[in-house]
């Protein structure tokens, strides 16, 4: 078959319909099954993962390709009792007569424990450390405060469920919207006042921010195509049919920055010639992982992955050493040390210089004690977004919109100006994205112009001057630059460099560039991933915005993978939401089910979990514009209790009759059941008014 790039990829079944081969550009994957069709091995470019399943057909373990095993100890209702990890450390779990977690105890003795209200909604988390957070949530489960003993988070949402008001503290957040859902305007309480004009499908095609502005040009299928902003700044993208970028131009007074961007098979990017930087080549591997990166200086830097994960800088992999749940131990004379959960917790450099990291109850960053003998501290709120950096009498602040950071200011701990609010910077981004598009302050306005993947390059003032210039080498360092590093702090889209640490803030967790690795494993476990300390295989092309591996949005990026766009010419991703068909919640709360029909975690075809693929998703249209322009009947916006309550009612009715094994129905019916009801409702959700209904199979 060719696939939406134009390669061609092909499939082979086994007898009972199971995919046991699968080709294409970028990598060759086999599979066999067991007795029941369960996922027993997985191998990809000579790396085998073999799964292994309790005679109730509930996966209890794996081995990856190191032969180190990850296992699990159910209960009878196939509940995770222990969790055996790659490095033989235990984590345990607690449950209520209700099957809710009442506790979790990490390999280090720290314990989590939970209360719920009568939705089964998580109402309080309170550590051993004393530590609290607490959560209020509306009658339709909308959450409506957020709280911990560093801020009180609180949400008002409008007639239609949009989020009005977002008060941190005493900092409030103000959004308005038009007729159609979308956001047009925020203020806040802090002087912030971001005007936004969208088109007729809700796109974002200007921005006004006091005396900065924004205005964007797009083409038919929606990508942006020109961005015009102060100063007499003007960028321009050139790309192919299917959207991939080919040039990027950045005109200002007096100077012009090109960048040209080669692609081969599989949409990797091979190659950009930087009219200011020079030509640099990048090489992958036959999983579709970067290996290596070539400069127009001559050097080359290397990017070499093992069979789990484990990242090299020399192509004998020699020159790290790491331990079986993917810390790195050693590296180039430097060495890490751990606790029992995996979090960093002392860094001593070949010279001898000494960091030591000390972590909360909740598995944040709290603290990093420097060389020279000085503390930074953190804070969060109970959603884990940063709130405060502490460090030498000086305490910078923030305050949030959503998931993006809208102010940054410092304040003296001591001293004249002792209190005040200093160095005041209003930050604005792309439409849900975490791509910088301005930094306001007292001194002026500075346009930020980022590459392809959301990445900033350069920061302009309000002459068309540059004011500062970065390039990351392939670990996400920066490599050379120009101005001052702080002057835009931000580095891969989500990441926020520390410079008293070194260290990138990722919402959930911190990266480290020097090594590429995150300092503490994935909050998801396995569900981000086999590789619990790795960043993303090609940093080109992927993002971990929030510090969770996989990303926020896999289910969007399977819907993509097989072509399932509605048949759309053009279709443009921004445009539409990925759908679950059975909601998250309905699927975790009836995980032992589908683990005990043959659907759990990791336990998919191709070693994913079924819940985030393709086939129990589907892409809405995100606002009603949208959804008249293509002849849909429904769109997303906001939560869909009354969708969730009926697929749960269905799901929970194929439960009964199964009866884990004793009911009515077999697992095969069962399963025969699940996909009949996801078919189902991907076809009704992609009713398009005249026009044939698209539906995966």
């Known amino acids: 078959m060719q696939d939406r790039d134009g390669s061609q990829s092909s499939l082979r079944y086994d007898g009972d319909g199971?995919?046991?081969?699968?080709?294409?550009?970028?990598?060759?994957?086999?599979?066999?099954?067991?007795?029941?069709?369960?996922?027993?091995?997985?191998?990809?470019?000579?790396?085998?993962?073999?799964?292994?399943?309790?005679?109730?057909?509930?996966?209890?373990?794996?081995?990856?390709?190191?032969?180190?095993?990850?296992?699990?100890?159910?209960?009878?209702?196939?509940?995770?009792?222990?969790e055996y990890g790659f490095d033989g450390q235990i984590r345990r779990y607690e449950y209520d007569s209700a099957g809710r977690l009442l506790a979790k105890q990490l390999p280090s003795?720290?314990?989590?424990?939970?209360?719920?209200?009568?939705?089964?909604?998580?109402?309080?988390?309170?550590?051993?450390?004393?530590?609290?957070?607490?959560?209020?949530?509306?009658?339709?489960?909308?959450?409506?405060?957020?709280?911990?003993?560093?801020?009180?988070?609180?949400?008002?949402?409008?007639?239609?469920?949009?989020?009005?008001?977002?008060?941190?503290?005493?900092?409030?957040?103000?959004?308005?919207?038009d007729a159609w859902g979308n956001r047009v305007a925020v203020y806040?309480?802090?002087?912030?006042?971001?005007?936004?004009?969208?088109?007729?499908?809700?796109?974002?095609?200007?921005?006004?921010?006091?005396?900065?502005?924004?205005?964007?040009?797009?083409?038919?299928?929606?990508?942006?195509?020109?961005?015009?902003?102060?100063?007499?700044?003007?960028?321009?993208?050139?790309?192919?049919?299917?959207?991939?970028?080919?040039s990027q131009l950045v005109a200002a007074p007096g100077t012009t920055r090109r960048r040209r961007y080669q692609w081969q098979a599989a949409n990797q990017l091979s190659a950009i010639d930087d009219s200011l930087l020079g030509f640099t080549s990048y090489k992958h591997d036959a999983t579709g992982a970067l290996t290596a990166a070539h400069y127009a200086d001559g050097t080359q830097e290397l990017r070499q992955l093992d069979a789990v994960g484990n990242l090299f800088r020399s192509a004998?992999?020699?020159?790290?050493?790491?331990?079986?749940?993917?810390?790195?131990?050693?590296?180039?004379?430097?060495?890490?040390?751990?606790?029992a959960d995996g979090n960093r917790v002392r860094k001593t450099t070949a010279t001898g210089q000494v960091w030591h990291y000390a972590w909360d109850g909740a598995g944040q960053l709290a603290s990093v004690k420097c060389p020279n003998g000085y503390t930074v501290t953190f804070t969060y709120d109970a959603l884990g977004r940063r709130l405060s950096k502490r460090y030498r009498g000086r305490v910078?602040?923030?305050?949030?919109?959503?998931?993006q950071p809208l102010h940054e200011w410092h304040e003296l701990e001591l001293g004249p100006g002792a209190g005040s609010v200093q160095d005041m910077t209003t930050w604005l981004f792309e439409d849900e994205r975490l791509a910088p598009l301005a930094k306001l302050t007292a001194q002026g306005a500075y346009s930020v112009v980022c590459d392809h993947l959301g990445t900033p390059l350069e920061m302009y003032d309000a002459a068309g001057t540059p004011t500062w210039r970065a390039q990351l080498d392939s670990y996400g360092a920066v490599r050379q630059g120009q101005g001052q590093a702080q002057a835009c702090p931000f580095r891969y889209q989500g990441q926020y460099e520390d410079v008293e640490t070194g260290l990138y803030y990722n919402r959930f967790r911190y990266y480290d560039p020097e090594q590429g690795v995150y300092i503490s494993p994935d909050p998801l476990g396995?569900?981000?991933?086999?590789?619990?300390?790795?960043?993303?295989?090609?940093?080109?092309?992927?993002?971990?915005?929030?510090?969770?591996?996989?990303?926020?949005?896999?289910?969007?990026?399977?819907?993509?993978?097989?072509?399932?766009?509605?048949?759309?010419?053009?279709?443009?991703?921004?445009?539409?939401?990925?759908?679950?068909?059975?909601?998250?919640?309905?699927?975790?709360?009836?995980?032992d089910f589908f683990d005990h029909i043959g659907l759990g975690k990791k336990a998919g075809r191709t070693?994913?979990?079924?819940?985030?693929?393709?086939?129990?998703?589907?892409?809405?249209?995100?606002?009603?514009?949208?959804?008249?322009?293509?002849?849909?009947?429904?769109?997303?916006?906001?939560?869909h209790p009354n969708t969730s309550a009926d697929m749960r009612g269905e799901v929970e009715n194929i439960r009964d009759r199964y009866d884990m094994g004793r009911g009515?129905?077999?697992?095969n019916q069962a399963r025969k059941e699940i996909s009949a009801l996801q078919k189902a409702e991907r076809k009704r959700l992609s009713s398009r008014r005249g026009l044939p209904c698209i539906i995966m199979p």
């Not at 997985?42 to 057909?57: H, K, N, V």
């Not at 083409?219 to 015009?228: C, K, M």
């Open 18 to 82: 199971n995919i046991v081969y699968a080709q294409d550009a970028q990598q060759t994957v086999e599979m066999r099954y067991n007795g029941v069709g369960q996922l027993a091995s997985r191998q990809l470019a000579g790396a085998t993962t073999t799964f292994t399943y309790d005679s109730e057909g509930r996966l209890t373990g794996l081995t990856n390709g190191h032969n180190q095993h990850y296992h699990f100890v159910l209960d009878l209702a196939g509940r995770v009792l222990e």
């Open 109 to 177: 003795g720290r314990t989590a424990r939970y209360a719920y209200d009568d939705a089964d909604q998580v109402t309080e988390v309170a550590h051993d450390d004393g530590s609290q957070q607490r959560y209020v949530y509306a009658p339709d489960g909308t959450l409506l405060e957020a709280a911990n003993a560093h801020a009180r988070v609180r949400f008002t949402y409008d007639a239609h469920g949009l989020r009005q008001f977002e008060t941190q503290n005493s900092h409030t957040v103000t959004s308005t919207y």
């Open 188 to 246: 806040s309480s802090l002087g912030a006042a971001i005007s936004t004009q969208r088109d007729a499908y809700g796109r974002a095609i200007g921005v006004h921010a006091g005396p900065w502005q924004s205005r964007m040009e797009r083409d038919a299928n929606g990508r942006e195509t020109s961005r015009h902003l102060s100063g007499g700044l003007r960028t321009h993208w050139q790309r192919d049919a299917q959207g991939l970028p080919l």
């Open 316 to 339: 004998a992999r020699t020159d790290c050493q790491y331990g079986p749940d993917g810390q790195v131990r050693e590296a180039n004379g430097t060495r890490y040390r751990y606790d």
């Open 396 to 403: 910078t602040h923030w305050v949030w919109d959503g998931n």
């Open 526 to 591: 396995l569900a981000g991933g086999g590789a619990l300390h790795a960043y993303v295989a090609d940093p080109l092309t992927q993002l971990d915005v929030l510090g969770l591996s996989e990303g926020s949005d896999i289910l969007g990026k399977k819907l993509l993978q097989v072509g399932h766009t509605h048949g759309i010419p053009g279709f443009v991703k921004n445009d539409f939401r990925a759908h679950h068909v059975i909601p998250h919640k309905v699927w975790t709360d009836n995980q």
């Open 607 to 639: 070693g994913m979990n079924p819940k985030d693929a393709a086939a129990n998703g589907v892409f809405m249209p995100k606002n009603r514009p949208v959804a008249t322009t293509h002849g849909f009947d429904q769109y997303h916006s906001g939560s």
């Open 664 to 667: 009515s129905i077999t697992r």
